[in-house]
């Protein structure tokens, strides 16, 4: 079994930071992408930004210029610099990992628990 845990959630004002961790344990072989989901209310789950086990990252267009992603492998740790927060940043922060779990078939997607982030004065 693999568990990821989060943790950085909280409230903060417009144009202020807050940085978000979320490190697995268990069975773990390797970790192939690390990524981090957001789901607002009212709205369809979305990927936010993506990082490769070599480095290579991807955000959505909303977020880009804004948010960092990194990882640290020794750690199995992925973690989201968020900066220049906006309302509409607002939602539930997932993370993500594809893991080759000891005793798996290729990969398997495991989920975070989910942490609140709202952005508000």
């Known amino acids: 079994q693999v568990q990821l845990a989060e943790s950085g959630g909280g409230l903060v004002q417009p144009g202020g930071s807050l940085r978000l961790s979320c490190a697995a344990s268990?069975?773990?072989?390797?970790?192939?992408?690390m990524g981090w989901h957001r789901q607002a209310p009212g709205k369809q789950r979305e990927l936010v930004a993506v990082i490769t086990r070599g480095g290579m990252t991807n955000y959505a267009g909303s977020v880009k210029g804004s948010f960092t992603i990194s990882r640290d492998n020794a750690k199995n740790m992925v973690s989201l610099e968020m900066n220049s927060l906006k309302p509409e940043d607002t939602a539930v922060y997932y993370c993500q990992m594809l893991v080759g779990a000891t005793g798996s078939y290729g990969s398997i997607a495991y989920w975070g628990q989910g942490t609140q982030v709202t952005v508000s004065s």
């Open positions: 268990g069975s773990i072989a390797s970790i192939y992408n």
